[in-house]
C-alpha cells in the first residue's frame, strides 16, 4: 500500500503541475504572446474545451476498455508532451485553433484518467484518496508560482516553456513503478452509459456537478486578467492564485477523516451555497483584499464538490465501472458546461470584469434546489 500510496501522490502531483499552468494561465499567453483578443483567446479556450467534452466522453472510454491504466497513462504523458510543440511555430486564431483541437483530444484525458486511477486504488490497493489527491493540489500550487515568478522576469512567453517542463514531468512519473492492479486491463466493454445512468443519484449529482464546476469557467480564464485589472503584478498574482490552492491542499489532507460519515447530498449542497457567495462577492466588491477572501473558498466550491462525486463513485459502482463514470464527469462537468460558460464569461467580461463572476453565481442556484432533493429523495438521515 505504501508504495502506490508513493506513486498516485508523485502522479497526482506532475499532472497537476501542468493543469496550475495551462487552467489559469493558458487565455494569458494566447492573449499576450500570440497577440489574440480577449474574445478570440476566449474561442480558442472554448474549443479545446468543447473538444474535451468529446474526447472525455467517447475517446477514454473507448481506449479504457482496450488498454490497462497503466498503459494509457504512459501513452496520453507521452503525446500530451509531442502535441503541446505545435502551439509554438504559428500565431494566427486559425493556428491556435488546430492546436488546441489536437493537443484537448489527449491532454485533458490525463484528467479523468488519473482521477479514475485514484478511485480504483481505493479498492484494490485501499490507498487514501485525500492524502494522495492532496499533492496534486501542492503540485497545481507549484505550478502556479513557477509561472508567477517566471513570467516576472522572462515575460509571458515563457509560459509554454514551463508547461513543456510539466509535460515531461507527467512522462516521468508515469513510467515510474505501475502497481500490478493497474497492469490488468479494466473490462470497460461491459459498461454501457445507459448501466450508469440508471443510477439517480449519479444523474442528480452529475447535474449538480456541470453547474458547480463549469461555473468556475469564468475563475479559471479570467482570474489571472481580473487580477491584473487591479493593478496585481504577475508575481503577486501567482501567490494570490494559491491561496485557493494552499485552501484545497488543506480539505483533501483532512476530508477523509473529517467527512467519513456525511452524505454526498449535504456535500453538494455546502459547495453550491459557497460557490454563490464566492462569486456574488467578486462582483458586488471588486477589490485584492476581497478576491484573496473568496480564494479560500475554493477547498468548497471546487474541493468539496470533487470529493463528493469521488465518494459518490464508490458508493454507487464497481471499480471496472468507475473509469466510464469519471469519462462523463470529466466530459460535461470539466469540459462542456466550461466550454459554454467560457464563452458566455468572455462577453460578460468584456462589458464588466465582475459580471462575468456574478453571471456563474445564477449559474449555480438550480444546484442547491437539486442537492435538497436529493438529500430529502435518496439520503434521508437515519431514524
Known amino acids: 500500500m505504501y508504495k502506490a500510496q508513493n506513486w498516485l501522490s508523485l502522479n497526482f502531483f506532475a499532472f497537476f503541475f501542468t493543469w496550475g499552468i495551462f487552467m489559469p494561465y493558458w487565455t494569458v499567453w494566447l492573449i499576450d504572446s500570440k497577440g489574440l483578443t480577449v474574445e478570440a483567446a476566449s474561442t480558442v479556450v472554448a474549443v479545446g474545451l468543447f473538444v474535451r467534452s468529446f474526447s472525455t466522453f467517447f475517446i477514454f472510454p473507448a481506449l479504457g476498455s482496450r488498454f490497462a491504466v497503466g498503459t494509457l497513462l504512459k501513452a496520453f504523458a507521452l503525446l500530451s508532451t509531442v502535441m503541446l510543440s505545435f502551439f509554438l511555430p504559428f500565431d494566427s486564431f486559425i493556428a491556435m485553433i488546430v492546436a488546441m483541437t489536437l493537443y484537448s483530444l489527449v491532454y485533458p484525458l490525463m484528467l479523468p484518467l488519473t482521477e479514475s486511477t485514484g478511485a ?20 497545481y500550487t507549484i505550478g502556479l508560482l513557477a509561472v508567477g515568478a517566471i513570467t516576472a522576469y522572462f515575460g509571458e512567453h515563457s509560459i509554454i516553456y514551463v508547461m513543456l517542463f510539466g509535460c515531461l514531468l507527467m512522462v516521468a512519473a508515469a513510467f515510474y513503478h505501475t502497481p500490478d492492479s493497474l497492469k490488468r486491463r479494466s473490462d470497460q466493454s461491459r459498461v454501457p452509459f445507459s448501466s450508469l445512468f440508471q443510477s439517480k443519484r449519479f444523474v442528480i449529482s452529475m447535474i449538480i456537478c456541470v453547474l458547480i464546476q463549469g461555473a468556475h469557467a469564468s ?142 453565481a445564477f449559474v449555480i442556484i438550480p444546484a442547491v434546489i437539486l442537492s435538497y432533493y436529493m438529500k430529502k429523495k435518496f439520503e434521508p438521515a437515519p431514524a
Not at 128 to 134: F, L, M, P, T, V
Not at 291 to 307: D, K, M, R
Request: glycine share 10%; aromatic share 16%; net charge neutral.
Open 120 to 139: 480504483m486504488m481505493m479498492q484494490s490497493e485501499h490507498i487514501h484518496y485525500g492524502k494522495s489527491r492532496s499533492w496534486g493540489s501542492i503540485g
Open 219 to 360: 475563475y479559471y480564464n479570467y482570474g489571472f486578467l481580473y487580477l491584473q485589472d487591479l493593478g496585481v503584478s504577475n508575481v503577486w498574482g501567482g501567490i494570490i492564485l494559491n491561496v485557493a490552492v494552499v485552501s484545497e491542499i488543506i480539505f483533501f489532507s483532512v476530508a477523509d477523516r473529517l467527512l467519513r460519515h456525511t452524505r454526498v447530498s449535504s456535500m453538494f449542497m455546502v459547495a453550491a451555497i459557497a460557490a454563490i457567495i464566492r462569486w456574488s462577492m467578486l462582483f458586488f466588491f471588486p477589490s485584492v483584499l476581497v478576491y484573496i477572501f473568496t480564494q479560500l473558498f475554493h477547498s468548497l466550491t471546487f474541493g468539496l464538490a470533487h470529493y463528493a462525486f469521488i465518494r459518490l463513485l464508490y458508493q454507487e459502482f464497481d471499480s471496472h465501472q468507475i473509469p466510464a463514470a469519471q469519462g462523463i464527469y470529466a466530459s460535461l462537468g470539466m469540459g462542456l458546461s466550461t466550454s459554454l460558460l467560457t464563452v458566455i464569461g468572455g462577453y460578460l467580461y468584456k462589458e464588466t470584469p465582475g459580471l462575468a463572476f456574478l453571471g456563474m
